[in-house]
C-alpha cells in the first residue's frame, strides 16, 4: 500500500536550515506530484509547495518563497524539502501528500515536527 | 487569510447530521468541479474523504457527502459517530497551487 514516512524535523534557531525527507514508497513515485503541507501549533493546514512531476517544475507559497526548496531523487523514491532562513513562523508539523488525480491530494504522511527557537 | 471561508466549529450529537460549508470564489469553486474534503484527527495524517465535489474515495462510508452551489461548497455527514469528531478542510482548485480552508472543528456531543 502506498506509504509516506517523514523525517528530519527538530528544534533548529532562526535563520539556519534543515532539510525534511519524504520516502515514498508502494506507488510510482516518478509518475506523481508531491506536495508539502504545514499546520502550525493551533492553525490549520497550509500548503507549502509542489513537486510537478508532469512539468518537472516547482511551486511555492508565498510565505516560503526564495528560502525553502523542494526536490525529489527518483532513484530513492524520496522527496525533500529543504529550508533555510527558518523563522519561529515556520514552527509546524510538516506534511509530505501525494497528489491525486482529481486535483486533490489523496496520501498524507505522518508528518515532521519543526521548531524554530532560539 | 486563507481563500476558502469554512465555520470555525460545528456539533452534533450521535446519530444526527451536520453539515460544514466552505465558501470561495469566482476564482476557485464556482469555477471548477475540483472541491476535495478532509479529515484530520490531530497527531494523524489527513485523509481525503471526499473529492471532485461529491465524490468518495474507495472506504470512506457513504454517510460522507459533499454538494456544491455557486461559490460555496458543503459536506455532509449523516448519522454522526463518535469516530467522526476530528478537523475537517476543504480545498479547491484556484491556480496551480493549492489552498485548504481554515478548518472546521467537528465535536460530536
Known amino acids: 500500500q502506498v506509504q509516506l514516512v517523514e523525517s528530519g524535523g527538530g528544534v533548529v534557531q532562526p535563520g539556519r536550515s534543515l532539510r525534511l525527507s519524504c520516502a515514498a514508497s508502494?506507488?510510482?513515485?516518478?509518475?506523481?506530484?508531491m506536495h508539502w503541507v504545514r499546520q502550525a501549533p493551533g492553525k490549520g493546514l497550509e500548503w507549502v509547495s509542489f513537486f510537478s512531476a508532469e512539468e518537472n517544475s516547482e511551486f511555492y507559497a508565498d510565505s516560503v518563497k526564495g528560502r525553502f526548496t523542494i526536490s525529489r531523487d527518483i532513484s530513492k523514491n524520496t522527496l525533500y524539502l529543504e529550508m533555510t532562513s527558518l523563522r519561529t513562523e515556520d514552527t509546524a508539523v510538516y506534511f509530505c501528500?501525494?497528489?491525486?488525480?482529481?486535483?486533490?491530494?489523496?496520501?498524507w504522511g505522518q508528518g515532521t515536527l519543526v521548531t524554530v527557537s532560539s | 487569510q486563507s481563500a476558502l471561508t469554512q465555520p470555525a466549529s460545528v456539533s452534533g450529537s450521535p446519530g444526527q447530521s451536520i453539515t460544514i460549508s466552505c465558501t470561495g470564489t469566482?476564482?476557485?469553486?464556482?469555477?471548477?468541479?475540483?472541491v476535495s474534503w478532509y479529515q484530520h484527527h490531530p497527531g494523524k495524517a489527513p485523509k481525503l474523504i471526499i473529492y471532485e465535489v461529491n465524490n468518495r474515495p474507495s472506504g470512506v462510508p457513504s454517510r460522507f457527502s459533499g454538494s456544491k452551489s455557486g461559490n460555496t461548497a458543503s459536506l455532509t455527514i449523516s448519522g454522526l459517530q463518535a469516530e467522526d469528531e476530528a478537523d475537517y478542510y476543504c480545498s479547491s482548485k484556484r491556480s496551480v497551487t493549492r489552498f485548504f480552508g481554515g478548518g472546521t472543528k467537528l465535536t460530536v456531543l
Open positions: 501528500a501525494r497528489d491525486g488525480p482529481h486535483w486533490d491530494v489523496d496520501c
Open positions: 508502494g506507488f510510482n513515485f516518478d509518475k506523481f506530484g
Open positions: 469566482s476564482s476557485d469553486i464556482v469555477n471548477y468541479n475540483y
